[in-house]
């Protein structure tokens, strides 16, 4: 199988050319001795473990039984990608988040595309994400997804050279910003002159971009919106990022207990009395929201947080039901949707999938189980999947009788040799698999800082980067060239936004 590596020409590593965008990154780190490299990687466990920045790993105990939470390991060498790559990638995601958003609102409105025959309407009504509470509903800017996570992926293409997929579509409630962010401070703070001698493009202002999202999403008629984040609480994995972005955007963070609705407005409780909330940042899945409309024994929401939404007294991002478009079932329509919607040709690629409700992609898929990736429909985190290439006999065994037993619950792709990336691991520097995820803010239009989060799969030859799987995470530099605009702001400034930043949060 071909390999891509992002920074080596070729694999092994010894003696291989250096690709141009890393060249000046390459005389830099030939120069730090190994001692002090791992030295920097203690200190960037102990600020992190200070601040209290961890993973809540679902399903593990420790041995007293208690769940267990652990730093997600942060490897010191960042991965780099030229502007000019960027600048596609960036209209590509673009483009996508666009079409998805058309096709939601489509979906609760008029459904031209089912009625068009493109996607087989029982794919929407049977699927566990689509919520008929919405069907009329207008939601500002018609955008449901206003922060969308799109997962990207880099495999060699016949040639040998490097060529991006989007693996991913996550449109509800997208996680993994915060490491992004903490991960650039702690770069500045561990490697300073790297960021004097780099034209490296800032990160530092997704907070602010985040918030103007927001703000630009709540219900017309209000002049200065109030904004929330409602976190199900600090028993959630990613409590970390929902407090840091709260205090990062200078707004509250609440808890389903903190809100009430009366005559159809929702209001936060504070000490000075009610409070009137215009715009709900929501990270609570749609089952969680609202007793009245859908768990009944949910003490995560707000009884009434629907009649709310509904009149259109206030803004819940991202928006209620967008989980229909990011279904992996529905993942293979994407590029239709652009067509169909926008009326041009996809930019970024899907990988190549087989919809195993098909007889025919079924029949492919269980002759050719060691060789491809099976995934749940609704499947996340890394769990619900088999990869054929590392599975045992037994496994593949198991997920043969799971897909003859309910086929219209996986889909299929081909096992990508994702890009590898050089890693700082305890015998050196080594190449492991990476995917990227960039975060696509919508609302009057579409932002995103450069880059995004890159994660990294830790164990030799594994292909899984999830968190929750024992993967950790990069910097991600977009090297600047003549890049202008607000994301071209001097890495100086930037720089001491952020190292201001990381002081007061340490």
């Known amino acids: 199988m071909h390999r891509f590596d992002e920074m080596y020409e070729q694999l092994p590593y010894a003696g291989a050319a250096v690709r141009k965008h890393y060249q000046r990154y390459d005389q830099w780190l030939a120069k730090q001795p190994g001692e002090l490299m791992r030295r920097r990687r203690e200190e960037a466990e102990m600020i992190f473990r200070r601040v209290g920045i961890t993973f809540a790993v679902y399903g593990a105990k420790d041995e007293d039984g208690a769940g267990t939470e652990r730093l997600i390991p942060f490897d010191l060498l ?7 790559e960027w600048s596609s990638m960036e209209k590509g995601l673009a483009q996508r988040v666009t079409a998805l958003n058309r096709f939601i609102h489509d979906v609760y409105h008029d459904q031209e595309i089912l009625k068009a025959g493109i996607i087989p309407a029982e794919q929407i009504t049977n699927n566990a994400q689509f919520r008929p509470q919405m069907m009329g509903v ?16 880099r495999a060699p293409d016949s040639d040998g050279a490097g060529e991006y997929y989007v693996l991913e579509d996550n449109l509800r409630v997208p996680s993994g910003v915060s490491y992004m962010l903490e991960n650039r401070k702690m770069m500045m703070r561990l490697f300073p002159e790297l960021f004097s001698q ?6 530092a202002h ?15 008629a209000t002049a200065e919106p109030t904004v929330v984040v409602l976190t199900p609480g600090m028993y959630n994995s990613a409590y970390f ?19 009430f609705v009366k005559d ?32 009944p024994d949910s003490s995560l929401g707000c009884a009434g947080l629907m009649r709310a939404y509904r009149a259109g007294n206030v803004v819940i991002c991202n928006g209620v039901g967008t989980g229909v478009a990011d279904d992996k079932s529905i993942y293979p329509y994407v590029p239709k ?13 899907n990988v190549p999938t087989y919809m195993c409700r098909n007889k025919e992609d079924l029949d492919y898929t269980l002759a050719h189980l060691k060789d491809l990736v099976v995934k749940e ?9 088999l990869i054929g290439p590392a599975a045992t006999h037994a496994e593949i065994e198991e997920f043969r009788a799971a897909l003859l037993a309910k086929p219209d619950g996986y889909i299929a792709q081909p096992t990508l040799s994702l890009s590898t990336s050089p890693t700082f691991v305890d015998a050196g520097i080594a190449p492991r698999h990476i995917d990227l995820r960039p975060f696509v803010l919508s609302a009057k239009e579409v932002q995103m800082v450069p880059g995004g989060l890159t994660r990294v799969a830790l164990k030799e030859g594994s292909l899984v980067v999830n968190s929750s799987q024992g993967g950790g995470t990069k910097d991600t530099w977009i090297m600047e060239g003549e890049r202008n605009g607000r994301s071209g702001q001097s890495q100086s400034q930037s720089q001491g936004q952020s190292q201001s930043q990381t002081q007061s949060s340490n």
């Open 337 to 349: 949707m652009i067509e169909f919607y926008l009326g041009e040709k996809p930019i970024l690629k």
């Open 138 to 153: 207008n939601v500002p800017n018609d955008v449901y997804s206003n922060i969308a996570g799109i997962d990207i992926v």
């Open 206 to 220: 997704y907070p602010d971009l985040l918030l103007e999202t927001l703000r630009a999403s709540a219900p017309p």
């Open 264 to 295: 159809d407005f929702v209001y936060m409780r504070t000490t000075q009395g009610p409070m009137r909330i215009d715009v709900i940042y929501r990270r609570v899945d749609d089952d969680f929201l609202d007793p009245e409309v859908f768990r």
């Open 198 to 203: 780099n034209r490296i493009a800032p990160v």
């Open 78 to 84: 960042p991965r780099i990608i030229p502007a000019h």
């Open 377 to 385: 429909v609704h499947g996340a985190g890394g769990y619900g999947m």
């Open 241 to 259: 990022e929902h407090a840091f972005l709260a205090q990062q955007m200078g707004v509250e963070l609440v808890e389903g207990q903190d809100l």
